[in-house]
Structures are given as structure tokens and as C-alpha cells.
């Protein structure tokens, strides 16, 4: 079973940046599956981040997200990065990463019930 820890949360002021990665732990994340970031903020459902396909090719982000955080992959080394700039107050959540239930998708999915695996999650508070 995969475990995966995800790092690099913190303070940072609005307009700063952060990067966040998650490394598997036990067992190798399969690079036949694609590789999710989510987030919850308090008293708000998990949702959708960004994703990045099984081979690193695609990606695909919330729109609250685009132009200003990267989603990146090195199944070499087993991790998952995710790029953070230009935070802003609303970005404050605890951050997850999470692998795909099924391998090859041709689409990245957005829904979490799509993901099985999961980290504890980073926390990231972003002050005005």
C-alpha cells in the first residue's frame, strides 16, 4: 500500500510563494496513474487542485488556480511537486495529495472519490 507525506506548507504573505511536494514513503507511486493535489479549507468541502497525468504530459487545474501554481512529476524519484506563486489569503487550506484509482485515464480526474491513496496533508495559511 502507498503511503505518501506531503511537505512544504507554511506562513507566507499574500502575493508570496511556496512549494509543496509528496513523496511516497511505502511503496512506489505508480507511474502508470495519475497524481492529484486537493485542498480544504475550514468548514469547506476538498476540492480539486491541480492534477498531472500517469506520464507527466498533461495537466489540468482549478480555475481559481491557473496562470499561477504548477503541477510537476518525477517518477523517477517518486514525487509530486506543486508550485505555488502569487498566494493569496484565499489559498489557506490544508493541502493533499492523492493518487488515481485507475490507471492510463485519458483524462485527469477532478472528483476526489476518483483518488484512493492519500497523504496527511500540509498546512498553508496565507495572511493578507
Known amino acids: 500500500q502507498v503511503q505518501l507525506v506531503e511537505s512544504g506548507g507554511g506562513l507566507v504573505q499574500a502575493g508570496g510563494s511556496l512549494r509543496l511536494s509528496c513523496a511516497a514513503t511505502s511503496g512506489p507511486i505508480s507511474n502508470t496513474r495519475d497524481m492529484g493535489w486537493f485542498r480544504q479549507a475550514p468548514g469547506k468541502e476538498r476540492e480539486f487542485v491541480a492534477g498531472i497525468s500517469w506520464n507527466g504530459a498533461t495537466t489540468h487545474y482549478a480555475d481559481s488556480v491557473k496562470g499561477r501554481f504548477t503541477v510537476s512529476r518525477e517518477n523517477a524519484k517518486d514525487t509530486v511537486d506543486l508550485q505555488m506563486n502569487s498566494l493569496k489569503p484565499e489559498d489557506t487550506a490544508v493541502y493533499y495529495c492523492?493518487?488515481?484509482?485507475?490507471?492510463?485515464?485519458?483524462?485527469?480526474?477532478?472528483?476526489?472519490?476518483?483518488?484512493?491513496?492519500w497523504g496527511q496533508g500540509t498546512q498553508v495559511i496565507v495572511s493578507a
Open positions: 492523492a493518487v488515481g484509482k485507475s490507471p492510463w485515464r485519458r483524462a485527469i480526474a477532478v472528483d476526489k472519490d476518483e483518488y484512493d491513496y
